[in-house]
């Protein structure tokens, strides 16, 4: 997947959850990107060696960097913004248009759900995120033609989100769709491969959460 922004500022943002695998978070960095960490996702830039450029959150979860360690943000534990969705909004103010998202799965269910909204905020706005673990990747796709490069052979689900149906067409999978419809009360979308290197989303009306990740997954 290319998730580098056209000006170069990808921006990845670390969060707390309990399965934040610093591995997984090593293996998709590079030494351009800029980081940044919600609350505990500290812990996690501090593991891997890394000096974020800004560390928000009640921390409730992590304690706050030291004096000189990293530039942070207090925020207040009664508050209507997530850490994760205040850092993004702040991530914005400063200008990046691609995003990686990490220890933003995992732990309490209500959390996840969270960021998955995080991610159609972001869609919304025209940036392209992601958000990994060590099962894969999933972002928010709003309407218009996206790009899977390089992905032949990974698992694929596609799914309704915020919509009650998605019209859509897929090209470059095992089961493709032309001007299809997928409903939000039945799981179509589910458990289908990419059989091309150029494989294309192509959302019509409404809005997807799409998951890309590797075939040996235990399927339903």
Not at 35 to 44: E, H, K, L, Q, R
Not at 49 to 72: C, K, N, Q, T
Not at 90 to 118: I, P, Q, W
Request: include cysteine; hydrophobic fraction near 35%; aromatic fraction near 8%.
């Amino acid at each position: 997947m290319n998730t580098e922004a056209a000006n170069g500022k990808r921006c990845v943002v670390i969060g707390a959850s309990p399965e934040t695998d610093t591995d997984i978070i090593r293996a998709h960095i590079t030494p351009t990107d800029h980081i940044y960490c919600a609350d505990g996702g500290y812990a996690c830039a501090k593991e891997l060696g890394l000096i974020p450029e800004l560390v928000m959150g009640d921390f409730d979860s992590g304690e706050r960097p030291g004096d000189g360690e990293a530039e942070y943000i207090a925020l207040p534990v009664k508050k209507d913004d997530t850490d994760t969705m205040a850092i993004i909004r702040e991530c914005l103010k400063r200008g990046y248009d691609s995003f990686l998202l990490f220890g933003m799965t995992g732990g309490r269910f209500d959390h996840t759900l969270a960021n998955l909204s995080v991610l159609y905020y972001l869609a919304k706005r025209g940036k392209a995120a992601w958000m990994i673990d060590r099962h894969g990747s999933t972002r928010v796709l709003c309407s218009g033609r996206t790009a899977l490069n390089g992905q032949r052979g990974k698992g694929f689900g596609i799914f309704p989100f915020a919509c009650e149906e998605l019209r859509l067409s897929l090209k470059g999978f095992e089961y493709e769709l032309e001007n299809g419809v997928l409903s939000a009360d039945f799981p179509m979308g589910a458990s289908n491969t990419i059989i091309s290197h150029c494989a294309e989303i192509g959302i019509l009306s409404g809005n997807a959460v799409i998951t890309v990740t590797e075939n040996n997954e235990n399927a339903e």
